[in-house]
């Protein structure tokens, strides 16, 4: 099993949609979490970091299921500019060595 | 945007050349990373460096080589190219490890290898 799963996608939704995407790790000693977004051809940015008890940046809201070991990214009102592959990234504990997940990707339509 | 360059941007190579690609770093961070990207797999960690000639390997480092000798530089060798290593790879670098602390990416180089 993968350390870090997401679902591939494509999420296709129309503007204005609210979207979630969730990504499930295996370890439990996984100490911290973020979200990043890539563009087509272009290099991973960091979108969010996500924090135990929740964090918000504008439309977009971060939560952290320690128990059931997921965390997760909403989107609400959705532009066409927020078309890109988001990638759940997961730290280990006293580890140096950011792991990733695959990237789900999302397709926003007029 | 972090100072991080990576060179070439682009490369063609010949199967069995060896290829080097720089990544350097103007933020003199400590953390630096070699990813491959390949479509299906994701970003997956080839080598990297916890300290000037400091390094290690990652899940997917068979046919390649890393070096270190300073903080700013970070290199990947590919001793023999093969055409299995055609694909886009990614240098990021990190300050430190631990919460809040994320991984800034090169922009990438696209490395075909015929």
């Known amino acids: ?110 | 945007d972090a100072g991080i360059t990576q060179s070439p941007r682009h490369k063609v190579t010949e199967t069995g050349t060896p290829v080097t690609l720089r990544c350097h770093q103007t933020e003199n961070h400590r953390y630096m990373y070699w990813y491959r990207q390949d479509p299906g797999h994701g970003l997956r960690l080839i080598h990297y460096s916890y300290g000037v000639k400091d390094t290690d390997k990652g899940e997917v480092s068979d046919g390649y080589s890393v070096s270190r000798s300073k903080t700013e530089d970070f290199l990947l060798t590919l001793e023999s190219a093969t055409s299995s290593q055609t694909s886009v790879y990614f240098c990021a670098i990190s300050e430190s490890v631990g919460r809040d602390t994320e991984a800034f990416f090169g922009q990438g180089t696209r490395l075909t290898v015929v």
Not at chain 1, 41 to 62: I, Q
């Open chain 1, 1 to 110: 099993r993968k350390e870090v799963e997401q679902d591939p996608g494509p999420f296709n939704v129309p503007e204005g949609a609210t979207v979630a995407f969730n990504c499930t790790y295996s370890n439990s000693a996984s100490q911290s979490f973020f979200w990043y977004r890539q563009d087509c051809r272009k290099e991973p940015k960091l979108l969010m970091s996500v924090y135990s008890s929740g964090n918000e940046d504008g439309r977009f809201t971060a939560q952290l299921n320690r128990a059931s070991q997921y965390i997760s990214l909403l989107i609400r009102d959705s532009k066409l500019s927020d078309s890109a592959t988001y990638l759940c990234v997961v730290n280990l504990l006293r580890s140096y060595i950011p792991t990733f997940g695959r990237g789900t990707s999302l397709i926003v339509h007029p």
